[in-house]
Nanobody
């Protein structure tokens, strides 16, 4: 069983930065692939970024490429999402998700791929 707790959300002006953190409980954090999803009001949950259990392969949605960076610190059981050059359209609730083992390009963007979810953290970007 894995429990995920996100932190770091808040209100920021357009062009600003935030760093989200997701702390995981449980064993073998390094064996889990991790994803950051977001969901805006009235929209479906979408993958923002993912990182494989090996930590060497990452994936980004086109809308955040070059602005966001996902990373993990296995010794701290934590995955991060550094968000730079934020835009009002980045406003959403951001969720951390985990699944045991590696993920594939074909499945990493599908929410049902992930077994564990955090409670979410609100990110609001003002114009």
């Amino acid at each position: 069983q894995v429990q995920l707790v996100e932190s770091g959300g808040g209100l920021v002006q357009a062009g600003g930065s935030l760093r989200l953190s997701c702390a995981a409980s449980g064993r073998s954090f390094s064996s889990y692939s991790m994803g950051w999803f977001r969901q805006a009001p009235g929209k479906e949950r979408e993958l923002v970024a993912a990182i494989r259990s090996t930590g060497s392969i990452t994936y980004y949605a086109d809308s955040v490429k070059g602005r966001f960076a996902i990373s993990r610190a296995n010794a701290k059981n934590t995955v991060y999402l550094q968000m730079n050059s934020l835009k009002p359209e980045d406003t959403a609730v951001y969720y951390c998700a985990a699944v045991g083992g590696p993920i594939t390009i074909a499945t990493m963007a599908i929410p049902s791929t992930y077994n564990y979810w955090g409670q979410g953290t609100q990110v609001t970007v003002s114009s």
